[in-house]
């Protein structure tokens, strides 16, 4: 064979291989291509997302054409690289055999590599652009297999019909992603609120948070010894405005039943001046932290309870959840009528402060007359972020520049609440 032969050849093998590129690509492509983002496209005068959106209607349409499409250049490469090698064996005087054996193993790994997972990868990077940008060539093909596909479709359903196997027509489901596209799209567009961008993203999260990421830390937990005397009772129910109330017996891991105030002023509506906690405490409901707050919700709801102790992996109680916590995950901060708005920054103690995640560092720095360094966080929530490289959990410590963070409340990625410790030699306010 001339060299010049020899060079045709390789460049027809070469064309091949990106025509199996090409087929691979498009069918990624056009499976992953979101229907949401296409049809935005379509809404802003693109055509061929129209077009494309008609195909996804009914897959069977491109999948047929795709594969046989594919399979049909495979084995041309595929024969067209056999005969090549076949040919250089020959006018070497090789093994013919031999050679044909290199060839099949060299070729399947290009065929599926650059054939195959290469361009299918790149398609599914940006499915919605690749999809629109080769349709027309795409098109060409199209029409050029979907009968020869369309006839062995018929065959294949033949066949299906002698073995009993009824055929069905396929499913359009729309998935996760495809949803969040469309509730942000919708967004842009004006058709909902940022809030309600925000609520409908937190029911998705729901399911994928856990019992950890929402309890209030054990730090912050009010509870009554078993012991306490009415006068410390009715002192910590006043201050707390809580309507339920953990009891323990010695120390806060072994929590005996949780006090419903309601109980308490029942029995003093009956003239009861003296209350021991242990007769009156209702029975506590206890709850790993790695549990789901989707699960817990449903258990909660269903055994109409709206409190559960939270217990870590060695058995003691790491906090606390509610039914509002719970819900808060979902439509955000509920205040009840003894909650006043929500304070960006306030003193609860001596060197003691609650400080709102979303406060920000040059306002923290003025308060403080610190400077606290940050490469690129502008929140104290960002800045804690930044410390730990990881979402922290409720109750969860970093110290620096003579403060100690202390993690207070959590929603979904956001830090809402952060207890600030001011150490010793700082300036208090």
């Given at each position: 064979m001339e060299?010049?032969s020899?060079?045709y050849y390789l ?6 291989l990106i025509?199996?590129?090409f087929?691979?690509?498009?069918e990624?492509a056009l499976?992953?291509?979101s ?8 809404l802003h005068?693109?055509?061929v997302?129209k077009?494309?959106?008609?195909l996804?209607?009914?897959p069977?349409?491109?999948i047929?054409?795709i594969?046989l499409g594919n399979?049909f250049i495979?084995?041309?490469a595929?024969?067209l690289a ?7 064996a ?5 093994s013919?055999?031999s050679a044909?054996?290199i ?5 399947t ?8 997972m ?5 398609s ?6 690749v ?7 795409f098109l060409?093909?199209?029409y050029i297999?979907f009968?020869?596909a369309w006839?062995?479709?018929?065959v294949?359903?033949g066949?299906?019909v ?5 055929h ?6 729309v998935?996760?992603?495809?949803v ?5 799209l ?13 609520m ?8 994928d948070?856990?019992?950890?990421e929402?309890?209030?830390p ?31 017996a010695?120390?806060?891991?072994e929590?005996i039943?949780?006090l419903?105030?309601k109980?308490l002023f ?9 209350i021991?906690?242990k007769n009156?405490?209702r029975?506590?409901?206890?709850v790993?932290?790695?549990k789901?707050?989707?699960?817990l919700f449903?258990?909660m709801?269903?055994?109409?309870i ?6 870590e992996?060695y058995g003691g109680?790491?906090?606390l959840?509610t039914m509002?916590d719970l ?10 009528e003894?909650e006043?708005?929500?304070e960006i920054?306030?003193?609860?103690g001596?060197?003691?402060y609650?400080?709102s995640g979303?406060m920000?560092i040059?306002?923290?720095?003025e308060?403080f007359g ?11 929530g ?6 730990l490289?990881?979402l922290p959990?409720p ?5 620096f520049d003579g403060f100690?963070?202390?993690?207070n409340?959590?929603?979904g990625?956001r830090?809402?609440?952060?207890k600030?410790i001011?150490?010793?030699g700082?300036?208090?306010?």
């Amino acid at each position: 064979m001339e060299l010049s032969s020899w060079i045709y050849y390789l460049l027809a093998l070469i064309l091949l291989l990106i025509f199996s590129a090409f087929f691979s690509g498009m069918e990624a492509a056009l499976f992953s291509a979101s229907r949401i983002k296409l049809e935005s496209m379509a809404l802003h005068g693109s055509i061929v997302a129209k077009k494309i959106l008609e195909l996804k209607k009914k897959p069977e349409k491109f999948i047929g054409p795709i594969v046989l499409g594919n399979n049909f250049i495979n084995i041309l490469a595929s024969v067209l690289a056999a005969y090549l090698s076949v040919s250089f064996a020959a006018a070497r005087q090789l093994s013919q055999s031999s050679a044909i054996a290199i060839t099949t193993i060299g070729m399947t790994i290009i065929i599926v590599l650059f054939g195959e997972m290469i361009p299918k990868s790149i398609s599914s990077y940006r499915p919605e652009k690749v999809s629109i940008t080769f349709y027309p060539p795409f098109l060409f093909f199209w029409y050029i297999f979907f009968p020869f596909a369309w006839f062995l479709s018929l065959v294949s359903k033949g066949f299906l019909v002698l073995f009993g196997i009824k055929h069905e027509k396929q499913r359009v489901f729309v998935d996760h992603t495809e949803v969040l596209d469309m509730l942000h799209l919708s967004k842009e567009e004006g058709i909902i609120k940022k809030n309600e961008e925000e609520m409908i993203f937190s029911i998705f999260e729901f399911g994928d948070t856990h019992v950890r990421e929402v309890m209030t830390p054990r730090v912050d937990i009010v509870a009554l010894p078993v012991d306490a005397n009415m006068e410390h009772i009715l002192d910590v129910v006043v201050q707390s405005n809580h309507s339920r109330i953990p009891v323990y017996a010695e120390k806060m891991d072994e929590i005996i039943g949780v006090l419903y105030t309601k109980d308490l002023f029942k029995l003093f509506a009956s003239g009861k001046s003296e209350i021991e906690l242990k007769n009156i405490a209702r029975e506590a409901y206890f709850v790993p932290e790695t549990k789901r707050v989707d699960e817990l919700f449903r258990e909660m709801q269903n055994k109409k309870i709206q409190m559960a102790l939270v217990f870590e992996e060695y058995g003691g109680i790491s906090g606390l959840v509610t039914m509002e916590d719970l819900l808060e995950e979902i439509v955000g901060e509920i205040q009840d009528e003894h909650e006043k708005g929500e304070e960006i920054f306030q003193k609860i103690g001596e060197n003691a402060y609650l400080a709102s995640g979303t406060m920000g560092i040059d306002e923290f720095n003025e308060v403080f007359g610190k400077n606290l360094p940050s490469q690129e966080a502008d929140t104290i929530g960002g800045i804690i972020l930044e410390r730990l490289g990881r979402l922290p959990h409720p109750g969860e410590e970093v110290s620096f520049d003579g403060f100690k963070f202390i993690v207070n409340k959590i929603r979904g990625r956001r830090i809402l609440k952060v207890k600030v410790i001011l150490k010793s030699g700082g300036k208090e306010i």
